[in-house]
């Protein structure tokens, strides 16, 4: 049974910095992509940032693209996700997801088979 738990949330201020991270278990993360989305109250899940499965490629939407870094320590079976320069419309419930065996770095969610419960975020001075 795989289970994803995001930690590290909490509220900054704006032009703070922030890191995120998902513990794996139940299942090695190292042979599979893996994202991050967020979904504000009132908004559809959005893509935050995908990392393929070994670790060589990454996509950013535009939005978060320069701010925040998706890394991965398959030894520590565990996801990152940096984020700097906070902007008030970062705030949100953040989201890890586990993708498919040997796949790229994908956007959409149904790309995405496991997730976990999120972790809030929220940036306000």
């Known amino acids: 049974q795989v289970q994803l738990v995001e930690t590290g949330g909490g509220l900054v201020q704006p032009g703070g910095s922030l890191t995120l991270s998902c513990a794996a278990s139940?299942?090695?993360?190292?042979?599979?992509?893996m994202g991050w989305f967020r979904q504000a109250p009132g908004k559809e899940r959005e893509f935050v940032a995908g990392?393929?499965?070994?670790?060589?490629?990454?996509l950013y939407p535009d939005s978060v693209k320069g701010r925040f870094t998706i890394s991965r320590d398959n030894v520590k079976n565990t996801l990152y996700l940096q984020m700097r320069s906070l902007k008030l419309e970062d705030t949100a419930v953040y989201y890890c997801?586990?993708?498919?065996?040997?796949?790229?770095?994908?956007?959409?969610?149904?790309?995405?088979?496991?997730w976990g419960p999120g972790t809030q975020v929220t940036v306000s001075s």
């Open positions: 997801a586990m993708g498919r065996p040997w796949s790229s770095a994908t956007v959409s969610p149904s790309t995405y088979d496991y």
């Open positions: 139940g299942r090695t993360i190292r042979s599979y992509g």
């Open positions: 990392i393929n499965w070994v670790g060589s490629n990454t």
